[in-house]
C-alpha cells in the first residue's frame, strides 16, 4: 500500500492566514509550545506533540512518508521488524512473532520465534522464508528456554549477527529460584543461514554476574532490548538493564559491552551510557558522520513530554548519550498517515504510538524507518508492522541540515517589548517539500547561506519569508529559496523576522523593518568576511515579506561613521529590491481595524522615483494580491521609478520559487536582472 505525504497539524483558521492575508490576532495563540532554539532557524512540532514536546524534533521525525504495513500475517502476531539488506538489492526482515491465540504478552511464552521475511525492495511486500531460532523449550537448561524476542539484525562486512533476548529460570546458590533475561547472538554468512551459535557461550553474549544473581530478595534480573554496533575496530552491545537485583537503585538504564571481536567475550562498561528518565526502551542504534546514534521509546514521555514518542540520542563516542543533545524521533502512526488511508484502529493502547522503533541505513544515512505499534490502519484486529520512507536522506541528520542561526540583534532591540518567548512552528507538509509556519516570533534571527567556494558572484540578498504578518513561510519562502540563490553564486541570509500581529504588540513600532534594516548592516558589516561586496546588498521578499522589503527600501537610514557599533556605520538601504507575489497594500484585509499596528508605517506602498532599483513577480490570477501589485507598477511608470516587472498569467500566492509552475522561470529572470545591475 502507498499512500500520500505524510500529514501534518489538521487544518485550522490560522492555515489560511499565509493565503487569505487575514488578520485574527486572537488565532496566533493555538496550540502554543515553547520551543524556541537558537541553534536552528525555528522550532518544528509534529500534531503528537503540540502542547506537550519537551524537546526539538529531529529531522528524521519531519521528514518521513507513510508507505504501509510492512509484515502481515493472519495467525500471527508479529513485533520488532528489523531490516537489512543483501548484495542482490533485496531487503530481509527479521521479526519476533507468536500465534495470536497467546494474546498481547505471547512474546513471553514458549510459543514466540524469530522469523525471516524477504522483499524485493525495502517497501515489500515481504513474505515469510524460515523460522531462524525459538525457545529451547523450559526445563532444558538453556538460556534461551522461552520468550525469544527483540532480534536486531546487523551487517558487519561479510557476516551477518541477529541478537535478541531469551527467557529462562536459574536457581541461586540458595536454591530459590530467579528468572532472567539474557542476550543472545547467531551469526551467519548469509541472511538465509545458516546460523550458528558460535558466539559466546552457545551463543549467549553477555553474563550475568553471580553476585547479582545472588543478592537476597531478588527474583528477577532483565537484561534485554539489545542492539549491536561497531565503533571503529569495536564491536559494542547496548542493552537496558532492570537494576532490580543488578544494582543498588531500582530503575532500569542502558548499558554498554565492548569486545574486539563480533564472537566475543564482550566486557561490560560499568557505567551507563544513558541519564535518561523514566521508562524507555527498544533502542536501534547505528553510526553516522562519525557519531553513535540511539533511537528509542520514551514510553511514559518523561524526557521528550509527549506519550509513547521515541527519542533520538547523539554521542560522539558512543560511551554515553547526553540529553542535552537529545531530540524527539518519529512521532505516531497518525503523524504520517493520510486523510485518506482508513480509520485507525486501537487494539490495546490509546495512542498510536510506534514502538521498537529500526532505521534501514543507505549510504550511510536512514532512508526506511520500520515500527510496530499496537493500531491498525488496515482493519484487522491484530497488531501492525509499519514502513515509511525517508523522503531525502540529506535531511535525515539529527543535526539540522538548515544554515545555523544567529540573532539579529545584541542586547536590547530598538521597538522593543518584553520577551514574550512564546515560538512555535507548525509542519505544514514534512517530507521532500518541508513546509513550517512559524507563529509569534518575538526574537528575530538570520541564517546565512554562503556560496560554493569559486562560486560567489559577490551579490547578497536578505529572504524575507512571507505570512500576512500572522506567521512566516520560513521554508518554501525562505531557506528553499535562500538555497537556490546560493547555489547561484549569491549570499542568501533568510531572515525571522519579529510578527507585529500579537495583543502584546498592538500600537507599537514596525519591528519587522527594524529587523530587515539590521540585517542589511550586517552583511555589510562583515562584507570581508563573508565575500560580500557591500554595494550589492539587496532584499527579497514574498507577500507580506514584499511589502517588507519594498518598505526597506523607502524607509531606510543613512549609517553613523561616530557609532560604537561597526555594524551601525552602515546603511540600512538596499542597493536592490525584488518583490514575489508581494502584498503592496493591505487595506480591505482587516488592516483599518488594526491600523495602530504599524505606527508611522503606511498599510500601501507606493512607488516613489528614488526606491531601489526593484525587479517585481506577479501573477494575474492572484486575486488578492495582483490588483496592488498593478497598481504600484502604474505608479511607478507614472513617476519614472527604476523597476522591471515579471507578469504571469498564472502562479499559486505562496509558492516560493514556482517549482512545477509556468511561474518556475522567475527567480533565473531576477538572477539575470541581478547580474546586470550596475
Known amino acids: 500500500m502507498h499512500l500520500k505525504c505524510a500529514r501534518s497539524q489538521p487544518a485550522t483558521k490560522t492555515d489560511n492566514m499565509k493565503r487569505t492575508f487575514h488578520f485574527v490576532p486572537s488565532l496566533l495563540f493555538l496550540c502554543a509550545t515553547p520551543l524556541c532554539c537558537d541553534a536552528q532557524p525555528s522550532p518544528a512540532i509534529l500534531p503528537s506533540g503540540i502542547g506537550k514536546a519537551k524537546l526539538p524534533y529531529s529531522d528524521l521525525a519531519l521528514n518521513l512518508e507513510y508507505v504501509g504495513p510492512a509484515v502481515q500475517e493472519k495467525d500471527w502476531i508479529c513485533w520488532c521488524v528489523s531490516p537489512v539488506e543483501d548484495d542482490a538489492g533485496k531487503t530481509h526482515l527479521f521479526a519476533s512473532r507468536w500465534p495470536r491465540s497467546e494474546g498481547v504478552g505471547g ?19 515481504f513474505h515469510y522464508v524460515d523460522t531462524v531460532t525459538k525457545g529451547q523449550g523450559k526445563g532444558s537448561g538453556a538460556w534461551d528456554e522461552w520468550g525469544v524476542h527483540n532480534p536486531r539484525i546487523k551487517r558487519f562486512g561479510n557476516r551477518y549477527a541477529l541478537i535478541h533476548h531469551g527467557l529462562s529460570k536459574q536457581k541461586k546458590a540458595d536454591g530459590s529460584p530467579i528468572q532472567m533475561t539474557h542476550v543472545g547472538l547467531l551469526l551467519a554468512d548469509s541472511p538465509n543461514g545458516p546460523w550458528k551459535r558460535t558466539a559466546g557461550k552457545d ?11 545472588n543478592r537476597p530478595n531478588c527474583t528477577e534480573i532483565w537484561v534485554t532490548n539489545p542492539d549491536i554496533v561497531q565503533v571503529g575496530n569495536k564491536f559494542r552491545v547496548y542493552a537496558m538493564c532492570w537494576l532490580t537485583g543488578w544494582s543498588k537503585e531500582n530503575k532500569e538504564q542502558w548499558y554498554m559491552w565492548e569486545s574486539d571481536k563480533l564472537e566475543g567475550p564482550y566486557v561490560m562498561h560499568e557505567q551507563p551510557v544513558t541519564e535518561t528518565q523514566g521508562y524507555t526502551e527498544d533502542i536501534s542504534v547505528f553510526t553516522m558522520n562519525k557519531k553513535v546514534y540511539m533511537l528509542m521509546d520514551d514510553n511514559h514521555g ?10 533520538l540520542l547523539e554521542s560522539d563516542d558512543g560511551l554515553f548519550f547526553p540529553m542535552s543533545r537529545a531530540k524527539i524521533g518519529p512521532g505516531y502512526l497518525t503523524d504520517y498517515a493520510s486523510p485518506d488511508v482508513p480509520k485507525v484502529r486501537s487494539i490495546g493502547a490509546v ?6 522503533p529500526a532505521v534501514l541505513l543507505r549510504n550511510g544515512k536512514p532512508a526506511y524507518f520500520y515500527a510496530p505499534s499496537r493500531a491498525n490502519i488496515t482493519g484487522n484486529d491484530l497488531h501492525e508492522n509499519y514502513v515509511l520512507r525517508v523522503c531525502d536522506s ?4 539529527l543535526v539540522s541540515h538548515f544554515a545555523p542561526a544567529e540573532r539579529v540583534w545584541e542586547g536590547i532591540m530598538p521597538c522593543t517589548y518584553e520577551t514574550l518567548d512564546k515560538e512555535w512552528c507548525e509542519v505544514r507538509k514534512p517530507g521532500p517539500a518541508l513546509d513550517r509556519f512559524v507563529h509569534e516570533v518575538s526574537v528575530p534571527t538570520f541564517a546565512v547561506y554562503h556560496p560554493a567556494q569559486g562560486k560567489n558572484t559577490g551579490a547578497a540578498v536578505v529572504v524575507c519569508p512571507g505570512g500576512g504578518y500572522g506567521g512566516l513561510s520560513v521554508d518554501t519562502e525562505g531557506h528553499d529559496v535562500a538555497r537556490w540563490f546560493s547555489q547561484r553564486g549569491v549570499t542568501a541570509v533568510v531572515l525571522k523576522y519579529r510578527l507585529p500581529l500579537w495583543k502584546e504588540m498592538l500600537g507599537s513600532e514596525p519591528w519587522p523593518l527594524a529587523d530587515a534594516h539590521q540585517v542589511i548592516r550586517i552583511i555589510r558589516s562583515r562584507a570581508r568576511e563573508w565575500g560580500v561586496n557591500p554595494g550589492r546588498v539587496g532584499i527579497m521578499g514574498f507577500s507580506a515579506g514584499g511589502h517588507l522589503a519594498a518598505w526597506s527600501g523607502l524607509y531606510s537610514e543613512p549609517g553613523n561613521p561616530a557609532a560604537p557599533s561597526p555594524v551601525q556605520r552602515w546603511s540600512s538601504r ?9 502584498a503592496m497594500t493591505m487595506l480591505g484585509q482587516g488592516v483599518e481595524n488594526c491600523s495602530p499596528l504599524f505606527k508611522g508605517w503606511p498599510a500601501t506602498v507606493f512607488a516613489k522615483a528614488d526606491m531601489p532599483p526593484t525587479f517585481m513577480v506577479y501573477y494575474d490570477n492572484d486575486g488578492n494580491w495582483s490588483p496592488g501589485a ?7 511608470i507614472a513617476c519614472k521609478a527604476p523597476l522591471t516587472v515579471s507578469r504571469f498569467e498564472k502562479g499559486d500566492h505562496g509558492s516560493g520559487l514556482g517549482t512545477g509552475t509556468p511561474a518556475a522561470k522567475w527567480p533565473e529572470q531576477a538572477l539575470k536582472w541581478m547580474s546586470g545591475l550596475k
Open 107 to 125: 512474546w513471553t511464552s514458549e510459543k514466540a520465534e524469530i522469523a525471516h521475511y524477504v522483499g524485493d525492495r525495502p517497501e515489500g511486500p
Open 203 to 213: 551463543g549467549q553474549i553477555i553474563q550475568v554476574p553471580e553476585s547479582s544473581i
Open 302 to 311: 518523561a524526557n521528550t513530554g509527549v506519550f509513547g514518542s521515541t527519542m
Open 351 to 356: 495512542e498510536a504510538k510506534f514502538e521498537r
Open 394 to 397: 540529506s535531511r535525515a541528520d
Open 574 to 582: 538596499p542597493d536592490f529590491e525584488v518583490l514575489v507575489y508581494p
Open 630 to 636: 498593478r497598481e504600484f507598477e502604474a505608479a511607478a
